[in-house]
DNA sequence: CTATAGTGAGAATGACCATTCTCACTATAG
DNA sequence: CTATAGTGAGAATGGTCATTCTCACTATAG
């Protein structure tokens, strides 16, 4: 009940957190031990058990984070090419395109842990369908302001490809499917001028 | 040696891939037990062993197996759409879409299978990859039939959207991702005129 | 100083699973 | 009939976890 304690626990939750990025998307759910977290963050199994009741709950309280940073990143890679003068709707595909270019890659890690049928439980999938309308609204709202036709439309349609673009650079180890998918993308664009 | 064992072993193989079929994809591969595959076929253990030396050769099998059910299953119903004067490309993504709406659906084998990583090596990557090379390649044969200009870019976009669409209605447990991605396909169809 | 609450290390427990092994049985070759 | 190869049933083995528990230690309240 001390101050410390409540200091500790803060900064222990966030390795474990820094530790659950790492090696969750990397390795999947089943390929990481609570051992394992607990190698890599130095947080003991004790006090791990103290701050995540469950294996369940770290996965849960990882895939929460996942989804902030996740869309943090998207949306500042975003950002940062429609100041350079780019259409904000095809920049996606080029941020999409240099994570699947970097080492490690391995598709979206919702898409993969909803695949992960021992590990994930109607939670799990709640965080996980949660992410994806998250990611559709937020390009049904880039379509809204670069003032095309049916914004909604065109924004799911731009999430089916980003989605399509991932699992196929994923499984063809191959940033061409990406490129196939701006190329959709800009057709679409164009016809919703 | 007696030729009524090459026989058993032939049906027993078939039994053993049928119940693969059926539990692997319902399950994940990490979700069955070899012991559940023996319930289900009704094969022994030890002639399961006998026929697949592992659950690693099973797996290979069975996503053998899957890439070519799954193919004729595919170009079946795009061809019986063709025969009913519809527009073959598009036809792909009714197809998806009644799969998709049927119970137990989980999305493309393939890519879960892919984001097992406790259960796949890289023979299964290999397979996996191929039979999405395979897909793609038949649908830019599509294309090409068509008349479409730059068929195989075509192709390759269609497919994108068919990879994002079933990923997309698995994790939003909705057809509404495949619905957006046919409206996309119609798009670039006319834009391929 | 001394009792106490919290902690790290890591051992113990209980499940689960791939794979192998045992044993009793059957059908067939001879 | 009798020795043999193959089989089913299912037990045994060995390994991997998630989760819990033990024990010795530390720092602090009093």
Redesign the interface.
């Known amino acids: 009940m001390s101050p410390a304690a409540t200091f500790d626990d803060v900064s222990a939750r966030a390795a474990v957190l820094r530790s659950a990025a790492a090696v969750f998307y990397a390795?999947?759910i089943?390929?990481v031990g609570m051992v394992d977290i607990r190698d890599d963050s130095g947080v003991s199994l004790r006090r791990l058990y103290g701050l995540y009741p469950s294996k369940r709950d770290l996965v849960a309280a990882w895939l929460t984070a996942r989804h902030t940073t996740w869309m943090a990143w998207f949306e500042g890679a975003i950002e940062r090419s429609r100041a350079a003068g780019e259409e904000p709707l095809l920049a996606a595909f080029d941020a999409i395109a240099e994570w699947a270019a970097s080492p490690g890659y391995?598709?979206?890690a919702?898409?993969?842990?909803?695949?992960?049928?021992?590990e994930i439980d109607e939670t799990h999938r709640r965080i996980?369908?949660s992410h994806?309308?998250g990611m559709l609204e937020y390009l049904g709202a880039l379509a809204s302001a670069g003032g095309y036709a049916r914004p909604d439309?065109l924004g799911?349609?731009i999430?089916?490809?980003?989605?399509?673009?991932m699992?196929?650079a994923?499984?063809?180890?191959s940033v061409?499917?990406i490129a196939?998918?701006r190329?959709?993308a800009s057709?679409?664009l164009?016809?919703s001028r």
């Open positions: 390795r999947g089943a390929g391995r598709g979206c919702f898409v993969n842990s909803a695949a992960e049928t021992t996980v369908a994806k309308e439309r799911r349609m999430g089916v490809l980003l989605d399509g673009a699992a196929e994923a499984v063809l180890s061409e499917p196939a998918a190329d959709a057709l679409l164009a016809a």
